[in-house]
């Protein structure tokens, strides 16, 4: 079967979502396409104990469809899932969406200036704009540790929780204390009989101030929509200014260690194992964790942090990088995603057959964090270069599903087929995005983190404040594409028909 649209959307998550929002609000024709039985993403996959954002509720949350009805400053997975649920219905797009359809291959047609994208199931979907929603938190990466395979007991990774195991009782090892690491230990340590953590680096855990937010301030949003518009304004301007000492003035965040240093000083007693989690490297530098329990939960005398991972793993032991064995029931692996994974798995050729995963064999890397020279009418949200980790992802993700409303209608008003962007635009962007990345906290030479990569820009973060990102995307610049002229135009003075496949044409900058 073969459905044609005018724009499909891959994923239903977080980004899908706010994409096909903006295309209904717009008129603009698409389908979803999701690969699992229901919609959500990262927050219908993440169901471990613990599970929550690290942004207020009220930022992480659509600014078209806000929620007056929060239940405390951070949201847990279950009600962020409710929430995203609600938008779906709310903006009638459940009957665009197609469930259990997984996306093998898109191929750019150069013929028909059109996507066509197949699907597991054997059903083909063609369209002229693609949109890459498929996220980055959901295909779990595990570490390669000899005698993974003959472990007798259960194992899973936090984005695959077993809710049939039983954990009363159990010698639970977890590994890695990322932000899901640290979410769910407190919950580990509750259940289990012991718990043994393995952690490679000591993370900067700071507080979350989380508190239940009452029902008469519930109210006060939901009459006075502008006075719950103004409060999540002011939460979007304080971690700008937060942002500040990550992207500009890395300096200014020295002036926070010795105050958390302090706190886990309080609250770890013995000195071997203080001295065991207290960071090396500069805050801010890796991801910044938010816990009120995490190191109070350290103190537990059935609580036990190993330095490094594990060097082996046996039936129902794991060995440490001295050789110490450690009595393991249950493996639970909280050590992050493959984030590129989710685009390696489908198999996306654009102009001449080009592999996108060919294309960021040096490193994933965008324009403006949206779209890759020729791959023409692709966008990528949240792709690389277009999100930062000092904040909400949502203001970023607007400007994106905006952006793209404008390519479509720009595409159309100029007569055209197609545009994709071009190579020099993209390398001036790749320049600019490196030069501001060294002078950021996350730069190579404060530490090594995920967000460092060997692409042209050296970085998979955007390293400026989000207010600009979001300016920049306020227009298209027509001169940063080329644009495929439509079948019997003549955009750039001959006519379609006196070549098999349309040229590439430039239009000039407005």
Not at 248 to 258: C, G, N
Request: glycine share 10%; hydrophobic share 40%; charged share 25%.
């Amino acid at each position: 079967m073969t459905t044609r649209t005018e724009a499909l959307i891959i994923g239903a998550g977080l980004s899908g979502i706010g994409q096909a929002v903006a295309f209904a609000r717009s008129g603009i024709d698409f389908v979803v396409l999701e690969k699992a039985p229901d919609l959500g993403g990262t927050w219908r996959s993440n169901t471990y104990p613990g599970a929550a954002c690290d942004v207020e509720a009220h930022l992480y949350s659509y600014s078209h469809t806000k929620n007056p009805y929060w239940r405390s400053t951070y949201a847990g997975q279950e009600e962020i899932l409710g929430y995203l649920r609600g938008v779906a219905r709310r903006h009638g797009l459940l009957p665009r969406i197609r469930f259990d359809t997984r996306v093998v291959s898109a191929r750019w047609d150069e013929a028909t200036a059109e996507w066509t994208v197949e699907t597991a199931d054997g059903d083909t979907y063609v369209s002229r704009f693609l949109v890459l929603g498929v996220g980055g938190l959901h295909v779990p990466r595990f570490p390669e540790v000899p005698g993974a395979a003959t472990f007798r007991g259960s194992s899973w990774h936090t984005s695959c929780w077993n809710h049939d195991v039983d954990l009363a009782g159990k010698h639970v090892a977890l590994v890695g204390v990322g932000a899901s690491g640290v979410q769910v230990a407190p919950h580990l340590a509750e259940r289990a009989a012991s718990l043994t953590i393995f952690q490679r680096t000591a993370p900067w855990v700071l507080p979350k101030a989380d508190t239940a937010i009452p029902a008469w301030r519930q109210r006060l949003f939901a009459r006075l929509p502008a006075v719950h518009s103004w409060h999540r304004l002011g939460i979007y301007l304080r971690r700008e200014k937060r942002g500040f000492g990550f992207h500009t003035r890395p300096d200014l965040l020295r002036v926070a260690e010795p105050i958390v240093r302090r706190r886990i000083a309080e609250q770890i007693a013995d000195p071997s194992l203080r001295a065991l989690v207290t960071p090396d490297y500069p805050l801010g530098c890796k991801r910044v964790l938010f816990s009120a329990d995490y190191y109070a939960t350290l103190n537990r005398p059935d609580v036990h942090v190993v330095a490094g991972g594990p060097a082996e793993i046996r039936p129902d032991t794991i060995v440490d990088a001295v050789g110490e064995e450690h009595r393991t029931d249950v493996l639970v692996y909280a050590t992050g995603f493959d984030l590129t994974g989710s685009f390696d798995r489908i198999e996306i050729a654009g102009i001449g057959g080009r592999l996108l995963k060919e294309a960021w064999r040096g490193g994933t890397h965008g324009y403006q964090g949206l779209a890759v020279p020729d791959f023409p009418n692709l966008f990528l949200l949240l792709g690389p270069n277009g999100f930062a980790p000092y904040t909400s992802v949502v203001p970023n993700l607007e400007a994106q599903a905006r952006y793209v409303v404008q390519a479509v209608r720009t595409t159309r008003s100029a007569g055209a087929r197609a545009l994709t962007v071009r190579r020099d635009a993209t390398d001036r962007f790749l320049a600019e995005t490196r030069a501001r990345f060294a002078r950021t906290v996350w730069a190579p030479g404060n530490c090594r983190n995920w967000y460092q990569n060997t692409s042209p820009a050296g970085t998979v973060l955007w390293p400026d404040s989000i207010l600009r990102y979001r300016l920049r995307l306020r227009t298209l610049r027509k001169g940063d594409y080329e644009f495929l002229p439509a079948r019997g135009s003549v955009l750039a003075g001959r006519p379609d028909r006196e070549r098999q496949v349309p040229r590439r044409t430039s239009v000039p900058a407005e």
